[in-house]
Every structure is written in structure tokens, then in C-alpha cells.
């Protein structure tokens, strides 16, 4: 596969804030990626900079192997999607799609191949002559994406597109957008701090954090295999229960309890433990007690929150659990765990095993 954009040692400094810190990876041709990161993690500085509406500090873009620095964005052949929508209000539906096609000045039937190809493609047909302010959210952000598609540019960069629509739309805009992608054969780059929309749209997700990435690689991998204890909190929901050690008999102490024995080498090294909620499950005979604090109901799935008393930790434990009747708060459980899921970081947060 050949990289449709490659980011080289982008830098970015507002005033002495860094917000982009020497970051590099590369997007590959007809394929989804997605920047993650918590709010302020420098991802739509990473667009922006990409698209040519932000000069970097430093560092090189290069688009289908070309630089692009010294390019303006309208040389770039990139289009945006924003959350915004940015329609144009006094504008009809079919004027904002075909805006951009008449100042590039495209002949009128040309325009008009591409206006029905793109509104049959969004189901806009019947909208066409409606004012964005008689539309619904999902049916401005499908004007806003018809607009950028029918730019027929290959790069298509989304800066949280979905978050002003209701759940239940953003799950089915969600499904539309990676099967237009597919469909016609874009390279798209996608900012979201949504773990889910993460998850289940990119080929590849770049988790950033503080202007640095954190780790990335399919979805699978940044929940399987997680580098950081960050990564191990940030995917998955509800999040990896990390417990923190002051020292080695302690952790010695609690793997014993679940079975798990390891050499010195490693039981030195080891400062944090994780297991995700959903690796864990009550056991009566587990010599793992603690007592349920909270119980938060979900439908099929609970989830409980454990104080587990022989830990001096102060979050709850999480167990995520099938929905039973029999579990009160107050009462005590036993706990235990796959001991393959298990994750072990050092004093760095960084993953051991
Ligand atoms: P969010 O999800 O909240 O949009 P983000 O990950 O997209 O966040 P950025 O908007 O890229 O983050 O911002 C990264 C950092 O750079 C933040 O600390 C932000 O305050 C700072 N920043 C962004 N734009 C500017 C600017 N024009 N001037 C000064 N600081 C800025």
C-alpha cells in the first residue's frame, strides 16, 4: 500500500504552548484513520495543519509523495467536513453542494452529473431546493459531507463531524460514512476524542496524547494489546481498572490471590496492574473478597464498582457483569480474573507484559 499523506516530524507552538510535538505517521491510500485523543490533545491542529489552514513550526506534509508545505490550501486537493456544518444559510441545499464546483467555474453539465450522483448518494434528492435552517442536524451534516464529496478529491478530512447529532443518528451516520469512504475510494482522516466512533470506523486509529502519540494500530490492537496505561484508560468502556503498587509484596500478594506467579525479574519492575472490567469475574471461592459499592445497571450488562479490601486502592474496582438480580450493594463478593488478560506497566506507566 503507498501513503497518501505522510506527516514527518510536525511541529507546532502557539505562543510557548506545544500543542503538536514532533509527531510522524503516515495515511495509506482508500484507507480510515482516525486521530484520538482526550479534548486539547492537539488533534485539529494536526488537521488543520494537514489541510493548510494552520503553517506549522516545524516538520514536512507530504501528499501523494509531494510536500505541501509552501502549497495554499486550495492547491492541496483536500476537502473538510467540519461539526460545524459551515453551510451557507442563505443558501438552498443544492446551491451549498455545488458552491465550490462554480467558483472552480466546472461546466453547468458537468455540475449537474455530479449534484444528482452526490445528493442520490446522501439521499438528498428531495431537499434540494430546502434552506439549512429547515433541515435536521443529520440532514445538514450529509449536505456538508454531499459538499465535500462532490469535490471528487481523494483526501477527505473530518474534524468531529457527528457530535452534534443524537446517539441513535451518529450510530447510523456512522455505518453511511465508512461505506462512502469504501465506496468511493477516499482516504479520509477523522478527529474524534469518541472512543467509539474510534473503534468502529477507522482502519487505523493514531491516539494522541498531549501533542504526542501514544500508540497506534487497528482498533484491536490499542484494546489488546494496550503500550500504556493510558491507552488501557482511554479504549474500552468502561475503562481498564489500573491499580497502582507501593511495593513488591503487595503486588506479589494479589496475583497470588488470582493464580498468577512470575520471576523476580519481572515482579521488580512491575509498578502498575490492569485488567479491563470485562476480564474479571465473581467467583465465591475466590480468597479475592470485597465488597459491592455501586451497581450501575445497564440492560444485559452490569456494571459493579468493588472495593476490594486487602487494596489500599482508592478507585473502585470494576466488574463488568451479566445482569443478575442476586447482587446488593453492601454485599461481599469474591473476585477473580483471566490471568492471560492480565497487563503489567512499569514505574513509566509503559506496559511490561
Ligand atoms: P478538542 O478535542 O478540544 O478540539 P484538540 O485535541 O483538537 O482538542 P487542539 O484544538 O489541536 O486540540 O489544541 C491543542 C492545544 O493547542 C490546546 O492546548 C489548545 O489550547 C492550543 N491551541 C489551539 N489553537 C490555538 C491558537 N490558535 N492559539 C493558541 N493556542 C491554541
Known amino acids: 500500500m503507498s501513503s497518501m499523506i505522510e506527516v514527518k516530524k510536525l511541529k507546532k507552538i502557539f505562543d510557548d504552548k506545544v500543542a503538536v510535538d514532533n509527531i510522524s505517521f503516515s495515511i495509506e491510500k482508500n484507507t480510515f484513520t482516525v486521530l484520538l485523543g482526550p479534548s486539547?490533545?492537539?488533534?485539529?491542529?494536526?488537521?488543520?495543519?494537514?489541510?493548510?489552514?494552520?503553517?506549522?513550526?516545524?516538520?514536512?506534509?507530504?501528499?501523494?509523495?509531494?510536500s505541501v508545505i509552501s502549497l495554499e490550501p486550495s492547491k492541496r486537493e483536500i476537502?473538510?467536513?467540519?461539526?460545524?456544518?459551515?453551510?451557507?444559510?442563505?443558501?438552498?441545499?443544492?446551491?451549498?453542494?455545488?458552491?465550490?464546483?462554480?467558483?472552480?467555474?466546472?461546466?453547468?453539465?458537468q455540475i449537474e452529473e455530479k449534484l444528482h450522483y452526490v445528493a442520490n448518494l446522501l439521499g438528498l434528492n428531495t431537499l434540494l431546493d430546502k434552506k439549512p435552517s429547515q433541515l435536521s442536524g443529520g440532514q445538514k451534516q450529509r449536505v456538508a459531507l454531499a459538499r465535500s464529496f462532490v469535490s471528487e478529491h481523494k483526501i477527505c478530512l473530518m474534524d468531529e463531524p457527528l457530535s452534534n447529532l443524537d446517539a441513535k443518528l451518529r450510530q447510523e451516520m456512522r455505518i453511511e460514512i465508512k461505506e462512502l469512504q469504501k465506496r468511493l475510494k477516499l482516504s479520509v482522516l477523522y478527529v474524534t476524542h469518541d472512543q467509539v466512533e474510534a473503534m468502529s470506523m477507522a482502519d487505523k486509529i493514531i491516539l494522541l496524547?498531549?501533542?504526542?502519540?501514544?500508540?497506534?494500530?487497528?482498533p484491536k490492537d490499542l484494546y489488546e494489546n494496550v503500550t500504556s496505561t493510558f491507552v488501557g484508560r482511554f479504549i474500552g468502556i468502561p475503562p481498564m481498572?489500573?491499580?497502582?503498587?507501593?511495593?513488591?509484596?503487595?503486588?506479589?500478594?494479589?496475583?497470588?490471590?488470582?493464580?498468577?506467579?512470575?520471576?523476580?525479574?519481572?515482579?521488580?519492575?512491575?509498578?502498575y496492574v490492569g485488567i479491563?472490567?470485562?476480564?474479571?469475574?465473581?467467583?465465591?471461592?475466590?480468597?479475592?473478597?470485597?465488597?459491592?459499592?455501586?451497581?450501575?445497571?445497564?440492560?444485559?450488562?452490569?456494571?459493579?464498582?468493588?472495593?476490594?479490601?486487602m487494596l489500599s486502592h482508592k478507585d473502585p474496582f470494576l466488574i463488568k457483569v451479566k445482569t443478575v438480580d442476586n447482587i446488593k450493594v453492601g454485599s461481599e463478593v469474591g473476585v477473580s480474573w483471566e490471568t492471560k488478560k492480565i497487563k503489567l506497566f512499569d514505574k513509566n506507566t509503559k506496559i511490561i507484559m
Open 40 to 66: 486539547g490533545c492537539g488533534k485539529t491542529t494536526i488537521l488543520r495543519m494537514i489541510a493548510g489552514l494552520e503553517n506549522p513550526t516545524d516538520g514536512d506534509i507530504l501528499i501523494d509523495g509531494k
Open 79 to 109: 476537502s473538510m467536513v467540519f461539526q460545524s456544518y459551515a453551510l451557507f444559510p442563505h443558501m438552498s441545499v443544492e446551491e451549498n453542494i455545488v458552491f465550490g464546483l462554480k467558483i472552480r467555474k466546472t461546466n453547468d453539465k
Open 209 to 218: 496524547n498531549n501533542g504526542k502519540i501514544e500508540q497506534e494500530g487497528k
Open 241 to 271: 481498572n489500573i491499580i497502582k503498587f507501593e511495593n513488591k509484596e503487595d503486588i506479589e500478594g494479589l496475583l497470588k490471590k488470582v493464580g498468577i506467579v512470575i520471576s523476580n525479574d519481572y515482579l521488580d519492575r512491575v509498578t
Open 276 to 309: 479491563r472490567p470485562e476480564d474479571l469475574f465473581l467467583d465465591s471461592k475466590s480468597s479475592l473478597k470485597g465488597t459491592v459499592l455501586f451497581s450501575d445497571y445497564h440492560g444485559c450488562d452490569t456494571i459493579l464498582g468493588i472495593d476490594l479490601q
